[in-house]
């Protein structure tokens, strides 16, 4: 199983970025898939997570109404969609898989892959 995160990069505060993780070596469709973040000197974080239908995503609290998490199932791509960037976004973000089977894939749920990250700088 393989994990390919890529689009991170250097971003004015205020700005945008769109992040993808293609996979490979898995039945795409039946895995909820994550986001998850680490910035220097602390814990990795959830980000966002979408269920293996689409039909539910779940947030952290700091990233709510700025970043949006989407999935296209026929080509085997997460996105994470970043608007009204903040320093304080700025980690390596990393893409996971999760096999669990509820449509709950947020927080606390245990993921099984993980891709490489990529990181997100943000300057104020």
């Known amino acids: 199983v393989q994990l390919q995160a890529s689009g991170g990069g250097l971003v004015q505060a205020g700005g945008s970025r769109r992040l993808s993780c293609t996979a490979s070596?898995?039945?795409?469709?039946?895995?909820?898939l994550g986001w998850f973040r680490q910035a220097p000197g602390k814990e990795r974080e959830f980000v966002a997570a979408?269920?293996?239908?689409?039909?539910?995503?779940d947030y952290a609290d700091s990233v709510k109404g700025r970043f949006a998490i989407t999935r296209d199932n026929d080509n085997n791509i997460l996105y994470l969609q970043m608007n009204s960037l903040k320093p304080e976004d700025t980690a390596v973000y990393y893409c996971a898989a999760t096999i669990t089977p509820t449509d709950y894939v947020g927080l606390g749920v245990r993921y099984d892959y993980w891709g490489q990250g990529t990181q997100v700088t943000v300057s104020s």
């Open positions: 070596g898995l039945t795409f469709s039946i895995y909820g």
């Open positions: 979408i269920s293996r239908s689409g039909l539910r995503t």
